[in-house]
């Protein structure tokens, strides 16, 4: 057996601690940001076509605006 002081020890496990932290961290940032794309996708199109909606209905597209619009967001 090597004769190393057992201080080392301690030294990494404050690291090693802060690394575990570190990357628990990272995987629920990109876990939780993953779905909350996921729910802009979902919710997104339909505020789109909210907004569109109300363009068209204030006067502000033609109805020829209005459908390739539509049809872009909805694709």
């Known amino acids: 057996m090597a ?3 057992a ?5 990494f496990m404050p690291i090693m601690a802060a690394m ?3 990357v628990i961290f990272l ?5 939780l ?3 909350g794309h996921i729910e802009h996708r979902i919710h997104g199109d339909s505020e789109a076509v909210e907004i569109l909606k109300q363009r068209y209905a204030r006067g502000e597209i033609s109805e020829e ?3 390739k619009k ?3 967001i909805q694709d």
Do not use: A, K, Q
Not at 7 to 11: E, I, L, N, P, S
Not at 27 to 31: M, T
């Open 70 to 72: 539509l049809s872009e």
């Open 20 to 22: 575990s932290i570190l």
């Open 65 to 67: 605006e209005y459908r």
């Open 33 to 35: 940001g993953f779905f």
């Open 27 to 31: 995987i629920l940032y990109f876990v």
């Open 7 to 11: 201080y080392g020890m301690f030294v």
């Open 3 to 5: 004769n190393f002081p």
